[in-house]
């Protein structure tokens, strides 16, 4: 099986005076850090070797019901993101067991 190398990828898009970047992550090497801050702000980091995304409340303020509600989103979408990749690699073939065995006539 030919498992392709890991990679991140940020893309800048310029258009009509508005900014947006995209930002992925391919790589199961990334860094994930929560923590609070001296000031009482959580915060939630995404790291690789390449690049980080650090997500915090509002406006590096105060906790919000916004917030709360983005860092319930944020969770359910990680157990949905664990939930598929435990199933899809399940459901993978694992291949030959030596490097060749494939190959050996039947």
């Known amino acids: 099986m030919n498992t392709p190398d890991p990679y991140t990828y940020l893309t800048g898009v310029l258009h009509n005076g508005t900014t947006r ?5 391919s790589t199961p090497d990334i ?17 690789t070797s390449e690049a980080q ?3 915090t409340t509002t406006g590096s303020g105060p906790v919000t019901a916004s917030d709360v509600a983005l860092a319930k989103e944020i969770a ?11 199933r899809i690699h399940s459901e993978q073939d694992p291949g030959p067991t030596l490097p060749g065995l494939d190959d050996l006539p039947g």
């Open 21 to 25: 970047l995209d930002l992925t992550f």
């Open 31 to 47: 860094g994930v850090l929560t923590a609070v801050t001296a000031s009482g702000r959580p915060f939630l980091k995404l790291t």
């Open 53 to 55: 995304v650090t997500i």
């Open 76 to 86: 359910a979408a990680a157990v949905r993101y664990l939930g598929d990749c435990v």
